[in-house]
């Protein structure tokens, strides 16, 4: 993996095959600055063009909360949105839509990457914050938590992803309710409606994401991507496409070095050292 450059909002740690992703502005719970979405995004892209050994990540805040949403000083900045993409990269013609997509891909590589991705969760996790965690594949909250998708009252709604996935946990209705009446809920009622995966006290929290990471950093990368991968496809496509999704991984599988491994490993055993190859 490409060195990843020292982050003024951001924080990345890595120890084995588990790294850290520390969203890193205490002073403002965490809050996400335009130079936040910035480091995300490009940081992500530099994760998905080459994620070296890193087979599963934990996104988490600095201090005593995830994230408490968006800046609000975002909302006074004048940019010349030219500057921010010239006309080769523009992913729309409508310098808006531009800046919105871009934006999205700040968390969109948490879901896209070929490693496990889990969103540590205290304090408070709202707007822009929840919609980095819903981004991620699985999502502990710590007791004591408070989240919401709350951008109705700035005269916006959530546009990084939040109106989709959400929809697909907890259903359009349910998700309507909450975006709709900008709506608050603790850990136990997000627990409830399978908003997280995990509800855990707060000093458990840390303890309880690290294992998570290792046991999965420890399965074949190779599967763990590509059941991933047909996971994902479940939310979207025809069962008989995504019966493809599985045909298609598990011939990858089949395929691998890995799977040798791990046969010879079960035979012999022994702990298996996966090659992601």
Not at 48 to 62: Q, Y
Not at 160 to 187: C, F, H, N, Y
Not at 248 to 274: K, L, W
Request: glycine fraction near 10%.
């Amino acid at each position: 993996m490409s060195t990843i450059p020292q982050m003024n909002t951001l924080r990345f740690e890595q120890d084995g095959h588990v790294a850290r992703l520390t969203m890193n502005r205490p002073d403002k719970l965490n809050a996400f600055s335009t130079e936040m979405w910035d480091e995300m995004r490009e940081l992500g892209a530099r994760l998905l063009a080459d994620p070296g050994d890193v087979r599963a990540l934990v996104l988490i805040g600095e201090g005593r909360a995830f994230s408490s949403g968006i800046d609000t000083s975002v909302f006074a900045e004048r940019g010349d949105f030219g500057a921010v993409s010239d006309g080769a990269t523009a992913r729309d013609r409508d310098p808006w839509i531009d800046v919105v997509l871009r934006t999205q891909d700040a968390y969109n590589w948490l879901e896209e990457a070929p490693f496990a991705t889990i969103a540590a969760v205290r304090g408070y996790a709202l707007g822009a914050g929840l919609q980095a965690a819903l981004a991620c594949d699985i999502r502990v909250f710590a007791h004591g938590v408070d989240v919401g998708l709350l951008e109705l009252k700035y005269g916006i709604m959530p546009d990084l992803g939040g109106t989709q996935r959400l929809t697909k946990l907890v259903g359009p209705g349910r998700a309507k309710e909450m975006i709709l009446m900008g709506a608050r809920i603790d850990g136990a009622e997000a627990h409830r409606l399978g908003i997280c995966e995990r509800y855990v006290p707060d000093e458990e929290l840390e303890t309880t994401v690290d294992a998570m990471a290792e046991r999965i950093a420890a399965q074949p990368p190779i599967a763990v991507r590509t059941s991933k991968r047909a996971v994902e496809a479940a939310t979207h496509l025809a069962l008989r496409d995504g019966l493809m999704f599985e045909a298609t991984g598990q011939t990858e599988c089949m395929r691998s070095e890995d799977m040798r491994e791990a046969i010879g490993a079960f035979i012999e055993g022994r702990p298996p050292v996966y090659r992601n190859r």
